[in-house]
């Protein structure tokens, strides 16, 4: 089974720094990335990849950094 990227809407990105802020879905606290490699412009709105660890109802739990997990609701699934 091939791991699922989901690209999770981005609420601010930081030019020339590798980070992007997104917002947790359950917490609804934001959540900074750093080291971002993949951003991606959807519907005119930055979008960050990042690998799904879990699904459940229409959420993706997503590992942010070492010890840091966020639960997101995807914009768009790739397989």
Do not use: Y
């Given at each position: 089974?091939?791991?699922?990227?989901?690209?999770v809407?981005?609420?601010?990105?930081g030019?020339?720094?590798?980070t992007?802020?997104?917002?947790?879905?359950r917490?609804?606290?934001p959540?900074?990335?750093?080291?971002?490699?993949?951003?991606?412009?959807v519907?005119?709105?930055?979008c960050?990849?990042l690998r799904?660890?879990?699904?459940?109802?229409?959420?993706?739990?997503?590992?942010?950094?070492?010890?840091?997990?966020?639960?997101?609701?995807?914009h768009?699934?790739?397989?």
């Amino acid at each position: 089974m091939s791991p699922t990227e989901v690209l999770v809407p981005c609420l601010d990105i930081g030019a020339g720094t590798q980070t992007a802020t997104i917002r947790d879905a359950r917490t609804k606290k934001p959540v900074r990335l750093s080291g971002v490699k993949k951003l991606v412009l959807v519907d005119r709105r930055a979008c960050v990849s990042l690998r799904v660890i879990s699904e459940e109802r229409g959420q993706a739990l997503v590992r942010v950094s070492d010890n840091v997990f966020a639960w997101v609701v995807p914009h768009v699934t790739e397989r």
